[in-house]
């Protein structure tokens, strides 16, 4: 089956920094990616949607300058945290999607803590 | 936007059958996935419904009813391994899923 795969599989930063998540499609050619992310005991929230070569679209109440999407190749999406806060603790998590394909493939999650 | 309504937890014990509910209102709907997620993992794929009825895979079959807002996921001959969080999510026109808040399914010896 399709492989995601996601880098740092955590990652301790302290306030103020950026931190930078990879998601990548090891096996196919992803035209879209989407990020999503995760609270203790909460579901998965959908934060953004990006196609190769264009701007992401970002759901409503996230901030698309602190939440930096870049979508720069097929089997490539990052998503930078900038000026990270404690409030941004979470599980990020990233799926993938093939033209013509009604599956989205997981990434395994980066949990980041801010201190 | 996307309306999803399952139930918070669900016991049960090995060797049970479980059948976790899911109801939706959706302003588009492309199909309905059901997601298991164990603590700290990311979702794995258990099945897709786009069509009414039911789709058996194993010990796993999901059913929908497009024109109820309703869909089932039935875990029969439950494992201890079955002890999770199922996820229902309808997908829209643009292939976006939104989640429900998810179902914790204990499974008990």
Redesign the interface.
Known sequence: GAVVSQHPSWVICKSGTSVKIECRSLDFQATTMFWYRQFPKQSLMLMATSNEGSKATYEQGVEKDKFLINHASLTLSTLTVTSAHPEDSSFYICSARADRDYEQYFGPGTRLTVT | GQNIDQPTEMTATEGAIVQINCTYQTSGFN?L?WYQQHA??????LS?N?LDGLEEKGRFSSFLSRSKGYSYLLLKELQMKDSASY?CAVRDG?????????TTVTVRA
Do not use: C, I, R
């Open positions: 199909g996935f700290g993992e990311a979702p794995t794929f897709y786009v996820l643009d292939y976006k899923l939104s989640f429900g808040a998810g």
